[in-house]
């Protein structure tokens, strides 16, 4: 996680269990928690806790009706069926004739340039949305006599993904209004509504070596001790390497507290 000063994060909270759940796996979680300033909530007392994992309150899953086209296509309503047991309405596995929703998966070169294409399709005649990847976004387009044109809109919007955190969220909730407005997109709004999604700290190279002084430049993650490695979020099972600022030799160095909205 990124450092963030301690007026933008409420640290040190604690559930006894049955508030939250793990959004990667659905499981109730019982334990320290902390929010940020965006409202996202996740594990640990503070940021530089690990690991961390976001977590979703069981209200708003509850809220989630997943008989309905708007929650079948809702990525957190798989997990709100993860905890009920509801089969066969997850929104991984889509009615038949319905696209397949496909979650992005970003590279360094992604990264590198700060920001990427996101893709979606959204039905016709109702307010139901879809993520999608490129490759059935370009589909859509080339199938204009078939199902997929006829029943379905698509369209795609740009999404930042490094650089000063309030900055990126306040840029892709405004591309995300636009859009809505601009397109006429019904509640897409409502559907994509994290606007730090994807956020990583990415450095263009000058700033960080390896220890035989050898250049760094890619994804980079702060321990809470200050020391800094490489790779978005810290690895488990110890494949990122230690990373040291330009100048310095020492393995533990200071939080970047200094650069914060800067990098």
Do not use: C
Request: proline share 8%; aromatic share 14%.
């Amino acid at each position: 996680m990124p450092f963030f000063p301690k007026n933008r994060v409420t640290e040190n909270l604690y559930t006894n269990g049955g508030e939250y759940a793990v959004r990667k796996t659905g499981q109730d979680y019982t334990g320290h928690y902390h929010k940020i300033y965006t409202g996202a909530i996740f594990t640990g007392k503070n940021p530089q806790s690990t690991p961390i994992f976001e977590l979703i309150p069981y209200q708003q899953l509850e809220n989630i009706d997943v008989t309905s086209p708007q929650g079948f296509f809702n990525r957190d309503s798989a997990v709100f069926n993860s905890i009920k047991n509801i089969k066969g309405k997850s929104a991984i596995i889509p009615p038949s004739g319905v696209p397949q929703p496909k979650y992005p998966i970003l590279t360094n070169s992604d990264y590198a340039l700060g920001e990427f294409q996101r893709y979606f399709l959204k039905r016709r005649n109702q307010p139901i949305y879809i993520e999608i990847l490129k490759e059935d976004y370009t589909n859509a387009f080339k199938n204009r006599k078939g199902t997929l044109f006829v029943m379905y809109l698509p369209f795609s919007l740009p999404w930042k993904i490094t650089g000063n955190p309030q900055n990126v969220l306040d840029t892709n909730r405004n591309i995300t209004l636009l859009t809505e407005k601009d397109n006429n997109l019904k509640n897409f709004s409502k559907f994509l509504t994290n606007y730090t999604e994807f956020y990583g700290l990415y450095t263009k190279g000058g700033e960080f070596t390896f220890k035989d002084s050898t250049p760094y430049k890619g994804l980079y993650h702060i321990m809470p001790n200050g020391q800094i490695m490489t790779g978005r979020t810290h690895d488990p099972y110890g494949k990122d390497k230690i990373l040291y600022q330009v100048g310095k030799t020492s393995s533990t160095q200071p939080p970047l507290s200094t650069k914060v909205g800067d990098y």
